[in-house]
């Protein structure tokens, strides 16, 4: 499995987050009801980390009417041991 991370933007007004709400609680998936939101600090979007296996899986998750302006972000967590082979994600 590889993790995930799924950010998924909705408009900036009460309705909208309403509705992102509704919709994401509604879905049943436990990845959308443990989802995390940015709605109170301004940045009007909801993450969550998944562990899937690839990135379609993962933006499967979210309900179709979000999967467009989803955007869902490989995490790979650094080590000194492995640093040579890092630096090819920083080459052009």
Known sequence: MAK???EVPHEA???ACSRAVQVFLS???HFLV???WGCGD???KAWMIVDVENKEQARSIVPSFYQPETKI???NRWRP???DE???YHKS
């Open 4 to 6: 995930y991370l799924i």
């Open 13 to 15: 007004n009460m309705a």
């Open 27 to 29: 879905s049943g998936s």
């Open 34 to 36: 443990n989802a995390d």
């Open 42 to 44: 301004g940045e009007h």
């Open 73 to 75: 972000v490989a995490l």
């Open 81 to 83: 041991e492995k640093n």
């Open 86 to 88: 890092d630096q090819r």
